[in-house]
Each structure stands twice: as structure tokens, then as C-alpha cells.
């Protein structure tokens, strides 16, 4: 270490083990607790990211979803592409289906959701839809004349209860009439109720294929298939497999198709997320700020002796900016355990968001961010104060 | 050894002008104890922060050791204080969180001593002034002449060649200031160090060598003393 180093290091840890303690415990919390609000909210939309992947995986895409060629309306011969794909090393399985618009009414109350048509067994292997169902049952293979509903569609029978417009609370074993883009209106029996608290899901209703391409008059057909495989994340790749083994259709990723919707989400979050850092920051920079100046404006005289004794001033600043390090050294520590209690406290119990429990993730980059935000705030707080201070002509200083 | 000529200090301007240092030219020579005397207000202080390089003057010339002291930066004042001054003040000015023995070294330290030499050269210093036994000791725990030769003993750890004090014994008792004086006069005796010390008590008188005595920012007499007499006119 150099000399003046040495010397501002040996000042600053005899003002800090013999200073005032209680005033250095307090700083060292307020720090602390700056440095987990630096990063609890974060790590708390990172678990909302995360638990909303893997719902768009779990109820709403699979992995990848294959779409009809440019210019054309279905995937034709699905069956035959259906088998292709299933047979492709890390494929797990695949779901043709339909979409369609279509409109519901029971008793007077009309809707528009989207109508999925889908094999209940296939369905089965790809999502977990058949996992939420909360009232009745799954579709079968063989259902013609069933429908399973999402819980926001089923509507509560108090409507100001709705969040979008509903059947006004209807339940498994009651009928509703359905009419067709063709202007085909049949009778389904509510055959089962979801509830995946996923809002996408839970607003739609489901058919067999087999009974919507008897409605439409077609056949071997799909508008999508939904493809699961073996492991997340290496979708990219999964891809460049598919179209090897020659697969022409339009091949998404699951986080393509949620892109617009994940974006708004993260952007929203990021924008609370900013606001809450700056003001946590602020916060630092202001309690290690008048901390540091208080301690050198009482330090007046002193100082003006130290700088009249032959200590430069550059010695003084780095000093007090060792001691300023030191608080951050501590706070970021302190902080560090007391985030993480709360985050094992939280990942037991997790928080229940709309979309399910949210347990924080805490990333290594979130961490080194705040670690050097506060680490360049104590810097900046410990340097002005000391800085000024220490500006002033010594005999200024020693008169007080 | 110092060297002043025509030092004037003026503080504000026009008709609220203050004239503290007055046209002051001096000469101070290797080893001599000097008293600067006068009634308050009459520049004493102002002339010792010239000497201890504290302040500038409007005007005039100061040399200390050869260097013309006017041409340093802040930088080189500062390392000229720590290596060449040594300086009393009249309220001891110790860092209450050192010891004894860490208010004494802490120059030694900037001057890049280790810490062997730090307290080998302090527990010398702390023996000169008799509180080696009191050198893991905070200020708060010494009374006040203890700890004004605590503050003696910072001065003179670096060995500089003039020590100033500015009214060292204002704020002690008799026998104390006493003790101070004898101390002091006893390093100058031993170590050959220049002092200049500003002292408004008439009692001071008979410890120093030579009594320079100000009023209205000038210097009224300037007098060689041997115990307590005159031996020549300046």
C-alpha cells in the first residue's frame, strides 16, 4: 500500500473503532436495507417472468408451434406431419388444432371467445390445460356434443364480478348454443370448467377436433401444432431440427408467439423497477452523504490541525472515503444475508400473484449491479463531503 | 533561518481596511527561543501563521531555511509544514480517537516511516517529554498539560528545524504552563530547534532568548535576553 494510503487507512479505522457506534450501526442499516430493496423487486419480477414462461409453455404453446406456409389458411395433411414430427429425436409429442371464432349464448347472454378444437389425448402429452380443470371433466377422444370452458368465460352470476364478458355464471352439466363462422349453430353440454389462473386460457373454450372439422366439412387439417419437447431453452435449435428433417411449415418458438405480451409485462415492471432503484440510491447517497459531512463538519477543526500539522488534504479525503467503503462493505454484507432470509423465507412460502405463486430469482447480474451502484454512491458521498470540507484554508478550519 | 521583509497582512478593503501585519521585517536565526508579545489584536498570531505557512501575506517576502516560501504551491506548503515545522497550538488540537502515541507518529507515518521506526522514534519522543508511560492513553484520559505535551511531542517527531506555538499555555494552570515552558526550553537547549512561541504573559518572559513585542501590526522592540536580562539592542 502506498504511503499516503497507509496513512488515510490507519485514520479511518481509528475514527471508525472509536467513533460513534451506534451512528455507524444505523448507516450500515439504512445501506442494508437499500441494498435489498435494490434488488428484492427485481428478483420478484424475474420470478414473475419466470412463472409466466412456464405457464405460455405449460397451458398456452408447448416449446414451438408450427404454423400454416405463407398463404395458406390450414397445415394440410397434419396427420401424416403429425407422425413426422413426433418420430424427430427430441420431440416429446405433438397437438394439432384448430382455431376458430365462434359465438356462445346461454340464456340470453351472448359471447365471443376463441374456440379451440383439439385431440384430447394429444392435448394431453403437450399442455397441462387438463391439470386446471376445477368443476366436470376433460374432453374425450369421442365427445361430440361437449365443451369445456375457461372460468373467466363461465362468468359469475353477479356480472360487476367479470373480467371480460361472460355467460354470467354458467356450470358444468348446463347447455350452450354455439354458432359457427359458417353460421352452423349446435348444442354443447358444459362437460368441465378451467381454472389455470393463466387469463389467455381461461377466457377460451375447448371442442374435439373431430366435432369442429364435422361443423366445417373438413378434415386432416390444422391451423397449429403445438410441439413439447424433451427440454426448455434449447428451442432455437430444436427449430433448425425440425425444418432438417424437412418441416416447411412456419416453426415460432414459444417466446416469439408471447414476445408483445411478456415485452409489455417486463416493461411495465422495469419502469417501477427504475424508479424504486433511483430512489433507493438517492437514499444512499443522501444518508452516507450527511453522514460523512456531518462527521467532517464536526471534524472542522480537527481537520484544519491535521492539514496544519503537514497531512495533505488528499490524505483527509481518502480517509473519509475509506470510511464511506467501509459502510458500504458492511451494508452490502449485512444486506446480502438479510436478502437472503427473505428470499428462503419466500421461496417456502411464495407470494400468490393472479397467475400463480411467485418465488424470487435472484440473478448473479442484478446482484453486481447494485453491488457497483452503491459501491460508486459511497464513493461519490464519501468524496463531496470530504472534498468540501477539506477545501477550506486551514486557519478558516482551526478558528471554527 | 527566517527571513521576513516587509510582510504586510490586510484583511478587507478601502475604508474598513485592517492592517494586521503592518510593514514587519525580521530575522530569526538557527536555535534561538523567541517570544512574540503584544496585546491581542497587536499581529502575533498573524506573524506565527506566516512563520507556520498557514496563511500568506498581501505583501513582503518570507523565506524559512533558504526557500522563499512564497513560491509554493499547496502541495509544497503542505510537505514544507510536515518536513521543516513543527506547530503547537494553544488547545493541544489531538485527534481524540489516537492514542497518545498514534497522535504522535501520525506525521512520522506521511513522512513513509514504518511502523517499527513509527514507534521506535515515538517512544523517544513520548520519553523526551516524560509520558512514555502514558502512551496508550487518549487524550480524553489526560489532563490538560499532559496532553499539550503530547501535542509538543507530535511537533517534534519529525525533527523539524523551527517549532512554533502559539499560546501553549493559554488554556493550563501555572504550574503546568510552568512545565511547559521549562519543557520546551529544555528541547531548545538540548535539540538546538528554533522556537518561536506568541505568549501575551508577562511571567513568560524569563524563558526566553530573545522577545520580539508587536502592537498595531508592528514591531515595537525586538531584544537578546540572557536569564531574564537584556544583552544588547536590536
Redesign the interface.
Known sequence: ML??E??AF??AS??I???NKGTLALTIMIIAMVFVNLIFLPSIISGVVVLFNQQTIDYSYGNLVIEPRSNQIYIENVDQLQQKITRIPGVVASSPRYTAGATIVHKGKSTTPLLYAINPDDEKQVLKIYTKIISGDYLSPGDTDQIVIGYQLAGNKDEKADRIPSLGGVDVGQTVDVTFSNGVTRQYRIKGIINSNSFSVDSNAYITKNELESVLGISNRARQILVRTQTTGNEEAMRTTLMTYGVQEKIWTWEEKSADFLASIVGSFDIINLIGNIVSLIIAVVVIFIVIFINTVYRR??IG?????????S?IIKSYIFQALFIFFCGTLAGGVLLLLVLQYLTASPLVFPGGPVAPVLDTFLVLRAIASLLAVSLIAGYVPSWLTTNE???SA?RG | MIKGRDLFKIYGKGTVEVRALDGVSVQIDRGEFIGVMGASGSGKSTLL?LF?L??RPTSGSLSIDGIDVGMLD??GR??F???R???V?QDY?L?P??TAE?NVY??S????MTSRECSRVCGEILTLVGLRDRRHH?PGEMSGGEQQRVAIA??LV?KPSIILADEPCANLDTQNSRNILELIKRLNKELGQTIVMVSHEEWHKKYFDRIIYMSDGKILTDDHQENGHLTEPV
Open positions: 504511503d499516503e497507509k496513512v490507519f485514520l481509528r475514527l473503532a472509536r467513533g477543526k480537527q490541525i491535521l492539514k496544519a500539522i503537514g497531512i495533505d488534504r490524505i484554508d486551514i486557519l482551526i | 501563521h507556520g498557514l496563511d499547496e502541495r503542505t510537505l509544514r510536515l518536513q515545522l513543527g506547530y497550538f488540537a485527534v480517537e489516537l498514534e501520525l506525521p507515518m506521511v513522512r513513509g487518549f507530535r511537533a519529525n
